[in-house]
């Protein structure tokens, strides 16, 4: 029986190369060696590469590197598969820095390579925080647990380490305890894998460092019982869930070691308290996708956390208070504010926007924890309560480039107000001209107490409309993940030439406004005491509003939306 060496690397499409080439480099240690074709790869020591990222619509395994000694081993195993009846894959992509490689598909359909040679890089690592000391081992779901066996021990001579009956199978192809591991599920995916630490000591400092870039640490850290590593899990940037683990059980004793067989209890996994894994963990996410409260975790493809040095205070006397790793807020603080009928401006006192345009082929969803105050404050000139809930919002805005709609969800001290505005498009990047008269306006008797915290969320679906051109489009308002609102509409703009992927901007603000309905010149206003000229009117009240984050993502990327 020819022998696999060792996991030598492991390949993930990521819809974001940069962005985990990023989180690999600064949190996890990885250095780039090469780069092809948009590929990256990534190296720990001085193999040229652990990691591989290609670029891919959705996140997943590209392939699983499985190194054998030399050529003679690599056309042995060759041969070994083909008398199994694997079938040999074409070689479909290109990668640098090591020998020969033949491809195949495990039962699952993921695709594995068996290579030899991989080259060493001499130059010097630059110094880092922490950096692994090798690639350790991936962990798959399957959705037959006894079929990947066959294949993973009967066909490439993996040897069981430990099981969970039925459920888990851990392998390994060398001294290490494991270097793959089997969990039964209902899915096929990758569901983490690790890399390995040199001990305890960098194992802190990874903590420090995670903490210090705000990338939580989602399970552990604690000691597994299967392999008696320590472990924590980290989301990195496309939502893969990575280990980092270390003092992996070695097997040497091949002749007479004898695996167990675990309890299926969340003792075996986490040993030093017994605690469970999150449920989003178990089904191979790096992040609970209905879990709104969490704030600032700058997971996942599409997200865009806004820098703090993007949220601009329109209003002079306004104080904006910066977030912090520990209070990731950002908070805005207005003591008394002018309002002006003609001037937009004036209702916008402080605002966050994206000058990204996002393409709409699959819809948008927009999302931020917002808290907004009022607090009445002296001099009132004109009476007004400083608690009505109108005086001031949080909002976020969506505008369709295309047919400028503009979606708007407000959000007051005590109610929500979903609009659906018209814009005149002028251009079809979304130049937009005269406000037209509102449609729909709907209000939301949400009971909303000031300063309580809200997920509020606009997921905007162009339907099949996935070129700019007339079609049905659709938007829902949510509150706490809670749909309350929802408007189809059907866009009637003609596309201004060749064909171009439509296009949608967002804005969050933080919005000064009164509800414009019944002032006697037909212009509108509610509020006692409001000045009837109602040109430029000052309130005494102060204004608070807070934001966690702003999350953008794209829909179908996202497995909360599906
Ligand atoms: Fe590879
Ligand atoms: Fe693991």
């Known amino acids: 029986m020819y022998k696999i060496k060792r996991i030598s690397h492991v390949g993930l499409t990521v819809p974001d190369v940069e962005a985990n080439v990023d989180f690999y480099e600064n949190i996890v240690g990885l250095e780039i060696s090469a780069r092809v074709d948009g590929a990256a790869f990534l190296r720990c020591n001085e193999d040229h590469h652990c990691l ?29 598969l083909l008398k199994s009846g694997v079938t040999p894959e074409t070689h479909e992509y290109v990668e640098p820095g090591h020998g020969e490689a ?24 630059k110094p880092r925080e922490i950096r692994p000391l090798q690639y350790g081992h991936i962990t798959i779901m399957t959705i037959d647990l006894a079929r990947a066996l066959e294949f993973y021990v009967g066909v490439l001579g993996f040897r069981i380490s430990d099981t969970v009956d039925g459920a888990v199978a851990w ?26 630490l ?4 960098d194992m802190k400092r990874l903590c420090d460092h995670l903490w210090r870039n705000n990338v939580p640490i989602i399970y552990g850290p604690s000691r597994h019982g299967p392999g008696n590593n320590l472990f924590i899990y980290i989301p990195d940037p496309a939502g893969n869930i990575v280990e980092m683990t270390t003092e992996l059980a070695q097997i040497w004793d091949e002749e007479s070691y004898q695996y167990l067989n675990w309890d299926n209890s969340p003792g075996t996994v986490d040993i030093w308290r017994g605690l469970s894994q999150p449920d989003y963990m178990l089904a191979g996410d790096g992040r609970d996708p209905n879990d709104w409260s969490a704030g600032s975790a700058v997971i996942g493809q599409g997200w865009y956390v806004p820098e703090f040095e993007e949220f601009v205070a329109m209003d002079p006397d306004a104080k904006v ?47 931020a924890d917002i808290a907004v105050e009022v607090n009445g404050t002296d001099p009132n000139p004109f009476g007004a309560d400083p608690d009505d809930p109108r005086l001031a919002s949080g909002s976020i805005g969506l505008i369709d480039d295309s047919t400028g709609v503009v979606i708007n ?9 979903a609009l659906r ?37 606009i997921r905007y679906s162009p339907g099949d409309d996935n070129w700019l051109r007339p079609g049905p489009d659709s938007v829902q308002w949510l509150v706490d993940n809670q749909i309350v609102h929802e408007v189809n509409w059907v866009a009637t703009v003609d596309p201004p030439g060749s064909p171009i992927i439509k296009p949608a901007r967002f804005r969050v603000n933080l919005s000064i406004f009164t509800l414009l309905d019944d002032l006697p010149d037909g212009r509108g206003g509610t509020l006692d005491g409001l000045d009837p000229d109602y040109e430029n009117t000052t309130f005494g009240q102060g204004v608070t509003a807070r934001w966690r984050n702003v999350e953008v993502l794209e829909f179908g990327q996202q497995r909360h939306l599906e």
């Open 421 to 457: 505005e018209v814009f005149r498009v002028t251009t079809p990047a979304g130049d937009t001209g005269a406000i037209l008269p509102m449609a729909d306006p709907t209000h939301l008797d949400l009971e909303i107490d000031p300063g309580s915290w809200h997920r509020y969320e």
């Open 409 to 417: 969800f407000e959000i007051s001290n005590g109610r929500v107000l």
């Open 52 to 80: 591989a990222l290609y670029p891919g619509e959705t996140r997943g395994l590209h392939h699983l590197g499985l190194e054998v000694h030399d050529q003679e081993a690599l056309q042995v195993a060759h041969k070994e």
């Open 321 to 367: 208070i910066a977030p912090t790793a520990m209070s990731p807020e950002l908070c805005i603080e207005i003591p008394q504010f002018t309002l002006g009928f003609d001037n937009p401006l004036d209702h916008v006192k402080a605002m966050v926007s994206s000058e990204r345009r996002y393409p709409t082929g699959r819809g948008l969803s927009v999302a």
């Open 198 to 201: 040199t001990g305890w000591e």
């Open 171 to 196: 392998l390994r192809c060398n001294q290490e305890h494991h270097g793959v591991a089997f969990l039964s599920s209902n899915l096929n995916k990758v569901n983490h894998y690790a890399y390995d």
């Open 102 to 125: 033949r491809f195949y598909r495990d039962p699952d359909g993921h695709l594995i390579e068996l290579s030899y040679g991989m080259e060493t890089v001499s130059a010097p690592l």
